[in-house]
């Protein structure tokens, strides 16, 4: 029964560890710069202005 507790908790630990690796990855691709912010939220502004509003 230990022996189960053991390969359990290595692959909890495992599992942990891929996710760290994970979250490290997408937050370094999501390093924007400033002026990328900026752009992003202009275009966002600029797309919810042409919307039409919804009926109803």
């Given at each position: ?19 760290v690796?994970?979250?490290?990855s ?14 992003r ?16």
């Open positions: 029964m230990r022996w189960w507790k053991v390969v359990g908790l290595a692959g909890l630990a495992g599992v942990a560890a891929t996710g690796v994970l979250a490290r997408e937050r370094q691709r999501r390093a924007y710069t400033p002026e990328e912010i900026r752009d939220l202009h275009e966002r502004a600029a797309q919810v202005g042409r919307e039409e509003p919804a009926d109803g």
